[in-house]
C-alpha cells in the first residue's frame, strides 16, 4: 500500500481521532519518513515564524491541546525537540502523527531527536511494550526506530525578531494589566494562557522582567550583562557586537543541551548521527545534557551527559553568534524556565506530565524579523576571535519571546479510549 | 506507565462495535456505592496491594534485600505478560526503597539501644509488611515483641501466606497459633491481631491481646492513620499510649504520609487518588512537617520531635556509598518526577520518656542525634 496524497491525509485523519493505523501503512510512513530526514542535516535550518515545543511522551489528547493553542499545521510553523514517546498511554498515535505531518508538510514541521528516541530507552519506559501490545509484534517499534536515527540532532532558527508584536487580546487578569508594560514599549516576553489571554508582559530591559516573570532565573552570573539602552520600539541596542536594527542571533534547538566536545555548530554538524544514541559522546551529551547553577561542566546524576553552567551557555552563544539555546528534557512546574539571564531556556509540553506532576505546559513563539525580509547575516562556525576567559563576553541581543501556557486536555475530550490512567504513589 | 494499563485499542474498539446497546446492557452498580464507606474500605485496603507490588519489584531489581516480600504478593501483583518484564520503573522502586530505608534506620536505632531490654512494636495497618521477618532474620537475639493489627480480610490472607511459606514458619522461634477463623496469629514473640482500628476510638476499646503494657513501645503508621479522620486517628494513638500502655511506658510514634497537598503535585496526588476512591483525610489537617511537629506534641509525644520528607532521607540519611550501588541499578530519566515524589512524602517520629526515679530514656537515647528538617528535643543537651 502506498501512502501518498489521499491515503496519508487519511492516515492523518484517523490518528487525528487516535486510532493507530495499519502495520503496512506504518512501514510506507517510516520509509518516507527516513527518505526526507536522510536529506536533513544534523542541524535543521529553519526560517521564523516558528513555534518551538518541547517533551510530549504519548500524551496524545495533550498534544491535541498544543495545537488548539498553537494553531494547526501547516498554518503554524512547528518545531519539536524530541521526547515523543514513552511515558504516556499514546506514543504510538502521537509519534506517527507528528511523522505524518513531517511527511505531508516539510517544511511546515521539524522533527529533532530526543534522548527517548531510541531503542534502549524505548523498551525501558513504554513504547516497546505500546507497540507490542497494540500490534502484536515489534515490527511497529522497529520501523520508528529506524526513523530515530535518521531525526536531526538540532535545529537553528533564523530570522526571528527582536520584539514582538503584543497580542491584541484581552488580559487574564485584569488588575494586572496595570503594572505591565504599555504597548509602545519594546516588548521582549509575553506570556498567554490557553485562552489566549495576557498573563505577563514584559518590555525589554524593564526591571520588571526579572521581578515579575515567576520562571525567570535571575541568579547572577560570572558574566557581566551588558547594558542595553535601545529606544523604546525600535529594538536598537548600545551592544558593539554587531546586532543591528531588528535582527537577533540565531536560535539553537537542541533536546538535552551541550557538550564539551562541541564548541561550535559546526562540529554538530560533523557528527555521524545515524544509529542508535551511544552511551557517550557528543551526540549523547547533545540529548541528555542538563544546564546547571554552577561553573563549567559538572556530572550528571542521569548517568548521561552532563551538567553545564552560565558561563559555558554565554560562551558557546557568543562564539556560534546565537541569542539563545532552546532546550527541552527537563520537566519545569511552569512549562518554560529561563536561565542564565534569558541566554537558555527549557521548554516543557507535556502538561501533567505522567498524570501525576501538576505541571503545566507551554510552548516558545519566536515571530518573524519583518525589518529585513527574514535574512540575517550570521558566521556560525567560523568565528575566529579566541574567547579569552574572563574577557567581557557581549550576548546577542534575544529574540522576542510569547509563550502560551495550556493544562492538560479535559478529561471530557479525551474521548476514546476513556481508560483512567493510574498514576503510582507509594501508599 | 505500566503496559497492562496501556487501552488495548483493538479490544476498545471490538467493544465500540457493540454500540450503546451493549454499554447499557450490564448490571450497572448504583452510583451510591462508589461513595459508600465499604467502597471506601475496599480502596484502603487495596492500597496495600500496591505496596505488595512496588515491594517485589523493589526487592527483584535489587534495590532491597527481602527474600519474604514475594510470599505476600498476589498472583494480580505479579502478574506480567512475558515481554513486558522489562518495564521499570525506578521512580516507584527509588521511593519504595527510600521509604523502606528511612523508617528502618529509625526502627534499628530504636532496637540497637540498649539491645538487653525488651521492647515492643505496634505496627498499624500492617498488611503484608515484612518487616518484621527481616529483623527477625537480620537480629535473631533481639528481645522483641512484634504486634501488627489490620483488617480481618488482611490479616488472614497475610497468615495464610505464612502459614504456606516454610522459610518464614522456620524463621518464627514457636509454631504459631492460629484463631479459628484464621484472622489471628500468636506466637510468644510476634502477633497479628486482627481488628478494625476505628474500634479503637471508641469510649470502650477492644483490648489488645498479649501486649505488655509498660515496655518501651514505638507505634509504627506506614501511611495508615492518613485514611481515618483527624479526630478518630488522634483517639486511636491516646488509647494506644495510655489505654493500653501505663501512661508511664516509654512510648514512640513513627509515622510515614504523604505530604505537601497544596502545591500543583499535591492537589494532582489528592485528586488522583480521589478518583480512586482513596481518600487521605489527616493530609488536610497536617500538610507539612511543622504541623505533623505539633500533632506529635499535642498527642503526648513530648520529649521530643523529628520530621524529614523522603527526598531529605534519600539526601541525607543514604550513605554515599549506598547511593552508589542504588544509583547504578537502573539508569533514572525521571530526575526531576523524582524529586517532586520523594518531597511529597514524609517521615515524622516523635517520643515520651519515662522520667521519675526510675528513668528509662531509651527513645532519647536512640534518636538525639537523627538528622531532622523540622524538630528538636525538649530534654537537655539537645
Given at each position: 500500500?502506498?501512502?501518498?496524497?489521499?491515503?496519508?491525509?487519511?492516515?492523518?485523519?484517523?490518528?487525528?481521532?487516535?486510532?493507530?493505523?495499519?502495520?503496512?501503512?506504518?512501514?510506507?510512513?517510516?520509509?518516507?519518513?527516513?527518505?526526507?530526514?536522510?536529506?536533513?542535516?544534523?542541524?535543521?535550518?529553519?526560517d521564523?515564524?516558528?513555534?518551538?515545543?518541547?517533551?510530549?511522551?504519548?500524551?496524545?489528547?495533550?498534544?491535541?491541546?498544543?495545537?488548539?493553542?498553537?494553531?494547526?499545521?501547516?498554518?503554524?510553523?512547528?518545531?519539536?525537540?524530541?521526547?515523543?514517546?514513552?511515558?504516556?498511554?499514546?506514543?504510538?498515535?502521537?509519534?506517527?502523527?507528528?511523522?505524518c505531518?513531517?511527511?505531508?508538510?516539510?517544511?511546515?514541521?521539524?522533527?529533532?531527536?530526543?534522548?527517548?528516541?531510541?531503542?534502549?530507552?524505548?523498551?525501558?519506559?513504554?513504547?516497546?511494550?505500546?507497540?507490542?501490545?497494540?500490534?502484536?509484534?515489534?515490527?511497529?517499534?522497529?520501523?520508528?526506530?529506524?526513523?530515530?536515527?535518521?531525526?536531526?540532532?538540532?535545529?537553528?532558527?533564523?530570522?526571528?525578531?527582536?520584539?514582538?508584536?503584543?497580542?491584541?487580546?484581552?488580559?487574564?487578569?485584569l488588575?494586572?494589566?496595570?503594572?505591565?508594560?504599555?504597548?509602545?514599549?519594546?516588548?521582549?516576553?509575553?506570556?498567554?494562557?490557553?485562552?489566549?489571554?495576557?498573563?505577563?508582559?514584559?518590555?525589554?530591559?524593564?526591571?520588571?522582567?526579572?521581578?515579575?516573570?515567576p520562571?525567570?532565573?535571575?541568579?547572577s552570573?560570572?558574566?557581566?550583562?551588558?547594558?542595553?539602552?535601545?529606544?523604546?520600539?525600535?529594538?536598537?541596542?548600545?551592544?558593539?557586537?554587531?546586532?543591528?536594527?531588528?535582527?537577533?542571533?540565531?536560535?539553537?534547538?537542541?533536546?538535552?543541551?551541550?557538550?564539551?566536545?562541541i564548541?561550535?555548530?559546526?562540529?554538530?554538524?560533523?557528527?555521524d548521527?545515524?544509529?542508535?544514541?551511544?552511551?557517550?559522546?557528543?551526540?549523547?551529551?547533545?540529548?541528555?545534557?542538563?544546564?546547571?547553577?554552577?561553573?563549567?561542566?559538572?556530572?550528571?546524576?542521569?548517568g548521561?551527559?552532563?551538567?553545564f553552567?552560565?558561563?559555558?551557555?554565554?560562551?558557546?552563544?557568543?562564539?556560534?553568534?546565537?541569542?539563545?539555546?532552546?532546550?527541552?528534557?527537563?520537566?519545569?512546574?511552569?512549562?518554560?524556565?529561563?536561565?542564565?539571564?534569558?541566554?537558555?531556556?527549557?521548554?516543557?509540553?507535556?502538561?501533567?506530565?505522567?498524570y501525576r506532576?501538576?505541571?503545566?505546559?507551554?510552548?516558545?513563539?519566536?515571530?518573524?524579523?519583518?525589518?529585513?525580509?527574514?535574512?540575517?547575516?550570521?558566521?556560525?562556525?567560523?568565528?575566529?576571535?579566541?574567547?579569552?576567559?574572563?574577557?567581557k563576553?557581549?550576548?546577542?541581543?534575544?529574540?522576542?519571546?510569547?509563550?502560551?501556557?495550556?493544562?492538560?486536555?479535559?478529561?471530557?475530550s479525551?474521548?476514546?479510549?476513556?481508560?483512567?490512567?493510574?498514576?503510582?504513589?507509594?501508599? | 506507565?505500566?503496559?497492562?494499563e496501556?487501552?488495548?485499542?483493538?479490544?476498545?474498539?471490538?467493544?465500540?462495535?457493540?454500540?450503546?446497546?451493549?454499554?447499557?446492557?450490564?448490571?450497572?452498580?448504583?452510583?451510591?456505592?462508589?461513595?459508600?464507606?465499604?467502597?471506601?474500605?475496599?480502596?484502603?485496603?487495596?492500597t496495600?496491594?500496591?505496596?505488595?507490588?512496588?515491594?517485589?519489584?523493589?526487592?527483584?531489581?535489587?534495590?532491597?534485600?527481602?527474600?519474604?516480600?514475594?510470599?505476600?504478593?498476589?498472583?494480580?501483583?505479579?502478574?506480567?505478560?512475558?515481554?513486558?518484564?522489562?518495564?521499570?520503573?525506578?521512580?516507584?522502586?527509588?521511593?519504595?526503597?527510600?521509604?523502606?530505608?528511612?523508617?528502618?534506620?529509625?526502627i534499628?536505632?530504636?532496637?540497637?539501644?540498649?539491645?538487653?531490654?525488651?521492647?515492643?512494636?505496634?505496627s498499624?495497618?500492617?498488611?503484608?509488611?515484612?518487616?518484621?521477618?527481616?529483623?527477625?532474620?537480620?537480629?535473631?537475639?533481639?528481645?522483641?515483641?512484634?504486634?501488627?493489627?489490620?483488617?480481618?480480610?488482611?490479616?488472614?490472607?497475610?497468615?495464610?501466606?505464612?502459614?504456606?511459606?516454610?522459610?518464614?514458619?522456620?524463621?518464627?522461634s514457636?509454631?504459631?497459633?492460629?484463631?479459628?477463623?484464621?484472622?489471628?496469629?500468636?506466637?510468644?514473640?510476634?502477633?497479628?491481631?486482627?481488628?478494625?482500628?476505628?474500634?479503637l476510638?471508641?469510649?470502650?476499646?477492644?483490648?489488645?491481646?498479649?501486649?505488655?503494657?509498660?515496655?518501651?513501645?514505638?507505634?509504627?503508621?506506614?501511611?495508615?492513620?492518613v485514611?481515618?479522620?483527624?479526630?478518630?486517628?488522634?483517639?486511636?494513638?491516646?488509647?494506644?499510649?495510655?489505654?493500653?500502655?501505663?501512661?508511664?511506658?516509654?512510648?514512640?510514634?513513627?509515622?510515614?504520609?504523604?505530604?505537601?497537598?497544596?502545591?500543583?503535585?499535591?492537589?494532582?496526588?489528592?485528586?488522583?487518588?480521589?478518583?480512586?476512591?482513596?481518600?487521605?483525610?489527616?493530609?488536610?489537617?497536617?500538610?507539612?512537617?511543622?504541623?505533623?511537629?505539633?500533632?506529635?506534641?499535642?498527642?503526648?509525644?513530648?520529649?521530643?520531635?523529628g520530621?524529614?520528607?523522603?527526598?531529605?532521607?534519600?539526601?541525607?540519611?543514604?550513605?554515599?556509598?549506598?547511593?552508589?550501588?542504588?544509583?547504578?541499578?537502573?539508569?533514572?530519566?525521571?530526575?526531576?518526577?523524582?524529586?517532586?515524589?520523594?518531597g511529597?512524602y514524609?517521615?515524622c517520629?516523635?517520643?515520651?520518656?519515662?522520667?521519675?526515679?526510675?528513668?528509662?530514656?531509651?527513645?532519647?537515647?536512640?534518636?538525639?542525634?537523627?538528622?531532622?528538617?523540622?524538630?528538636?528535643?525538649?530534654?537537655?543537651?539537645?
Amino acid at each position: 500500500m502506498s501512502i501518498g496524497g489521499s491515503d496519508l491525509d487519511q492516515a492523518i485523519r484517523q490518528l487525528r481521532a487516535c486510532r493507530p493505523i495499519p502495520e503496512s501503512q506504518v512501514k510506507e510512513l517510516c520509509y518516507k519518513a527516513r527518505e526526507l530526514l536522510i536529506e536533513e542535516g544534523n542541524v535543521v535550518g529553519v526560517d521564523a515564524p516558528v513555534t518551538i515545543c518541547g517533551d510530549i511522551h504519548g500524551q496524545f489528547h495533550d498534544l491535541m491541546e498544543l495545537f488548539r493553542v498553537g494553531g494547526d499545521v501547516p498554518d503554524t510553523n512547528y518545531l519539536f525537540m524530541g521526547d515523543f514517546v514513552d511515558r504516556g498511554f499514546y506514543s504510538l498515535e502521537s509519534f506517527l502523527l507528528l511523522l505524518c505531518l513531517k511527511v505531508r508538510y516539510p517544511d511546515r514541521i521539524t522533527l529533532i531527536r530526543g534522548n527517548h528516541e531510541s531503542r534502549q530507552i524505548t523498551t525501558v519506559y513504554g513504547f516497546y511494550d505500546e507497540c507490542l501490545r497494540k500490534y502484536g509484534s515489534a515490527n511497529v517499534w522497529r520501523y520508528c526506530c529506524e526513523v530515530f536515527d535518521y531525526l536531526a540532532l538540532g535545529a537553528l532558527v533564523s530570522g526571528a525578531a527582536t520584539t514582538l508584536e503584543p497580542s491584541d487580546a484581552p488580559f487574564a487578569d485584569l488588575n494586572s494589566q496595570a503594572s505591565m508594560p504599555g504597548l509602545d514599549q519594546d516588548i521582549e516576553i509575553e506570556t498567554l494562557n490557553a485562552s489566549g489571554e495576557v498573563m505577563f508582559r514584559f518590555a525589554r530591559n524593564s526591571e520588571q522582567s526579572s521581578s515579575a516573570a515567576p520562571s525567570q532565573n535571575t541568579s547572577s552570573s560570572p558574566l557581566p550583562t551588558p547594558a542595553r539602552t535601545g529606544a523604546p520600539g525600535t529594538g536598537a541596542s548600545s551592544s558593539s557586537s554587531g546586532s543591528t536594527g531588528s535582527s537577533t542571533g540565531a536560535v539553537l534547538c537542541v533536546h538535552g543541551g551541550l557538550s564539551p566536545l562541541i564548541d561550535t555548530i559546526d562540529k554538530i554538524r560533523l557528527l555521524d548521527r545515524k544509529q542508535e544514541v551511544p552511551h557517550e559522546g557528543a551526540m549523547c551529551d547533545l540529548l541528555w545534557s542538563d544546564p546547571d547553577e554552577i561553573d563549567g561542566w559538572g556530572l550528571s546524576p542521569r548517568g548521561a551527559g552532563f551538567l553545564f553552567g552560565a558561563d559555558i551557555v554565554k560562551c558557546f552563544n557568543y562564539k556560534n553568534d546565537l541569542s539563545l539555546i532552546a532546550r527541552a528534557h527537563q520537566l519545569v512546574m511552569e512549562g518554560f524556565k529561563e536561565m542564565f539571564d534569558s541566554t537558555i531556556v527549557t521548554v516543557w509540553s507535556a502538561p501533567n506530565y505522567c498524570y501525576r506532576c501538576g505541571n503545566v505546559a507551554a510552548i516558545l513563539e519566536l515571530g518573524e524579523d519583518g525589518g529585513n525580509g527574514g535574512f540575517v547575516s550570521r558566521s556560525n562556525g567560523d568565528v575566529n576571535r579566541t574567547q579569552v576567559l574572563g574577557e567581557k563576553v557581549q550576548g546577542r541581543e534575544g529574540p522576542g519571546r510569547r509563550y502560551r501556557v495550556f493544562d492538560a486536555a479535559p478529561q471530557d475530550s479525551r474521548g476514546m479510549p476513556a481508560k483512567k490512567p493510574v498514576a503510582d504513589y507509594f501508599l | 506507565m505500566a503496559a497492562p494499563e496501556i487501552p488495548n485499542l483493538k479490544s476498545l474498539l471490538a467493544q465500540r462495535r457493540g454500540g450503546l446497546r451493549g454499554r447499557g446492557r450490564g448490571p450497572r452498580a448504583p452510583i451510591s456505592h462508589e461513595t459508600s464507606e465499604a467502597a471506601k474500605d475496599e480502596a484502603v485496603k487495596g492500597t496495600d496491594q500496591d505496596a505488595a507490588g512496588s515491594r517485589v519489584s523493589c526487592v527483584e531489581l535489587g534495590y532491597l534485600d527481602d527474600p519474604y516480600a514475594k510470599v505476600f504478593a498476589t498472583q494480580q501483583t505479579v502478574r506480567r505478560l512475558p515481554l513486558l518484564n522489562r518495564e521499570r520503573r525506578s521512580c516507584r522502586s527509588l521511593g519504595t526503597y527510600v521509604r523502606t530505608t528511612g523508617l528502618d534506620q529509625l526502627i534499628l536505632q530504636f532496637l540497637t539501644t540498649a539491645p538487653g531490654s525488651p521492647k515492643q512494636i505496634i505496627s498499624l495497618g500492617a498488611g503484608t509488611d515484612t518487616r518484621y521477618f527481616r529483623l527477625l532474620s537480620a537480629y535473631p537475639s533481639l528481645d522483641l515483641t512484634y504486634h501488627e493489627i489490620d483488617f480481618p480480610c488482611n490479616t488472614s490472607s497475610k497468615i495464610a501466606a505464612i502459614q504456606r511459606s516454610p522459610a518464614i514458619l522456620s524463621l518464627l522461634s514457636h509454631p504459631p497459633t492460629i484463631s479459628t477463623d484464621g484472622t489471628s496469629l500468636s506466637t510468644p514473640t510476634y502477633h497479628i491481631t486482627a481488628l478494625d482500628l476505628r474500634t479503637l476510638a471508641s469510649p470502650t476499646p477492644p483490648p489488645l491481646p498479649n501486649l505488655n503494657p509498660s515496655t518501651p513501645t514505638l507505634l509504627l503508621s506506614e501511611c495508615c492513620l492518613v485514611y481515618l479522620p483527624p479526630t478518630t486517628a488522634s483517639a486511636i494513638l491516646t488509647t494506644l499510649s495510655t489505654h493500653h500502655l501505663s501512661p508511664t511506658t516509654p512510648c514512640a510514634l513513627v509515622l510515614y504520609e504523604p505530604v505537601r497537598p497544596h502545591d500543583a503535585f499535591g492537589r494532582t496526588m489528592v485528586s488522583n487518588l480521589k478518583s480512586r476512591n482513596i481518600h487521605l483525610h489527616t493530609l488536610a489537617t497536617y500538610p507539612d512537617l511543622a504541623s505533623q511537629i505539633t500533632r506529635l506534641k499535642t498527642a503526648g509525644f513530648d520529649a521530643g520531635q523529628g520530621g524529614v520528607d523522603t527526598g531529605f532521607v534519600w539526601r541525607e540519611w543514604v550513605s554515599e556509598a549506598e547511593k552508589e550501588r542504588v544509583g547504578a541499578l537502573e539508569m533514572l530519566d525521571e530526575f526531576e518526577e523524582l524529586g517532586l515524589l520523594l518531597g511529597h512524602y514524609c517521615v515524622c517520629w516523635g517520643w515520651r520518656d519515662r522520667g521519675g526515679e526510675e528513668p528509662d530514656l531509651v527513645f532519647s537515647d536512640a534518636w538525639r542525634g537523627v538528622k531532622a528538617q523540622v524538630g528538636g528535643t525538649t530534654g537537655e543537651g539537645a
